[in-house]
């Protein structure tokens, strides 16, 4: 069967009222081989208006313009057409609408698509040098697809919510939520700032109705987020998040490394058995090195404050293997009285810290076998490392676009995947 361009784009590109004229390659550029495939209106047929969208009567026609498309076999390929003004009764004087065009931009819906689909791949830079197009082109055609995707987001079945924030750049946060139901991890709701204003923003967005229906929200300490979860949602049960109380943890006993080794350095003026001992005692011990471990085998031999204060940070590891809520509890306020008789500084405020949330902490144990706790962790790691991949951003914008594409599990029409 012998099949021609026409052929070919008549199968992928059908535009109602438009005909494919004819086809050029031009290998004069220096950008390389460039396919222009020339497009006129089909004989008899009106255009419609590019407001109202009616058949219209003509009223003169605008110079040719180039609208790029997918490359073809490594080729640049553009439209070329011609595009008619017309008469229309209801808006007046109007260019025609153009099926296959996004306004006065100069590519095609189906080249935005593509490029919105690589850029979920590749940074927004190499997805330009891959196609031949400017970085300009790329971010208007990902903003193209969130905005689509946003104005169609389904949230039927959403019961569990995360909140968190990052550090996106000096000074500046983003407060983020996601939804962590099983089968259903995705990024809902970016803004900017990690005030109560922010994560109250999310509840506007979502209603009342919604924020009804949601059973459980896990988040960290930040206060501002807790009041805004007792108000917005108050059929929610509120669980702080198991990572952020281990990075307290780590925080604590880092503080107290840090200060003893710098008591001992200067009280002897020697190179202290602490030196290099950071992730011995941050990491767990399944997760040391050949190296680590040993060094982790001296320093338990040493009777030190340090050592105190990590013997106490895995003890409290015990707390999240318990099946029973009840002896869950009763193991916390004995390492809570533990703590605070340790006469270290910093362990001591952990305890405190975990009897004034001590509801909060226990609703893990309701939840933990209905909902993915672990998942805003580790969308968190999936967030960051699309941010370093892309290189990072200069506009707040920029970096909620990027990152409702990446992690929003957005709906997309059928033909974005078409040249995939």
Request: glycine residues 6%.
């Given at each position: 069967m012998?099949v ?7 199968h992928?590109?059908?535009w109602?009222?438009?005909v494919?004229?004819?086809?050029r ?49 490594g ?11 017309l008469?229309?009764?209801?808006c ?59 104005a169609?987001?389904?949230?039927t079945g ?5 909140v968190d ?16 139901n099983?089968?259903?991890k ?48 108050p ?24 200060t ?15 030196t290099?001992?950071r992730?011995c ?8 090195t ?25 003890e ?12 869950a509890e ?7 009285t533990?703590?605070?008789?340790s ?42 490392a ?28 059928v033909?974005?995947h078409?040249?995939?």
């Open positions: 012998h021609t361009l026409k052929t070919l784009l008549n992928v590109e059908p109602k009222g438009f494919y004229e004819s086809s390659l031009d290998n004069s550029g220096h950008g390389g081989a460039v396919l222009t495939i020339c497009l006129r209106p089909r004989c008899g047929s009106r255009g419609r208006c590019g407001h109202c969208e009616r058949p219209t009567p003509g009223y003169d026609q605008q110079p040719a313009r180039d609208f790029q498309f997918v490359p073809l076999w080729m640049a390929v553009t439209f070329r057409y011609a595009p008619r003004r008469q229309c009764p209801r007046g004087i109007h260019v025609e609408h153009l099926p296959w065009a996004l306004g006065k931009r100069p590519l095609t819906k189906s080249f935005a698509w593509f490029l919105a689909h690589w850029a979920k791949r590749l940074s927004w830079q190499e997805t330009a040098r891959a196609f031949q197009t400017s970085w300009e082109a790329v971010y208007r055609s990902v903003e193209m697809a969130v905005d689509r995707g946003r169609r987001v389904d949230l959403l019961t569990a919510a995360g924030e990052i550090h996106w750049q000096k000074g500046k946060f983003l407060t983020l939520v996601y939804q962590i099983e089968g259903a995705r990024l809902l709701y970016i803004t900017e700032e990690r005030k109560e204003q922010s994560l109250r923003e999310f509840f506007v967005w979502l209603g009342k109705e919604r924020s009804a229906l949601i059973q459980f929200i896990c988040s960290d300490m930040w206060k501002p987020y807790l009041n805004v979860i007792e108000r917005c949602a059929n929610a049960r509120n669980i702080l998040d198991r990572y952020h109380i281990a990075a307290k943890m780590n925080q604590a006993l880092d503080k107290i490394r840090a003893e080794t710098r008591s001992i350095a200067k009280r002897r003026g020697v190179k202290t058995v602490l290099h001992s992730w005692l941050l990491k767990r011990p399944e997760n040391l050949d190296t680590q471990s040993l060094k982790l085998k001296d320093l338990l031999a040493c009777n030190l404050k340090t050592i105190r204060a990590y013997l106490l940070k895995e409290f590891r015990f707390f999240w293997e318990y099946r029973s809520s009840a002896w009763k193991f916390m306020l004995q390492w809570c533990k703590a605070m008789r006469r270290l500084e910093p362990m001591k405020r952990i305890a405190r810290m975990l009897r004034a949330h001590k509801p909060l902490i226990m609703n893990w144990f309701e939840a933990r076998e209905q909902i993915s706790l672990g998942a805003v962790e580790g969308l968190n790691n999936r967030l960051k699309s941010i370093r991949n892309s290189y990072g951003f200069r506009t707040a914008n920029a970096i909620k676009v990027m990152l409702y594409h990446k992690l929003g599990a957005l709906p997309e029409p033909f974005a078409r040249f995939c």
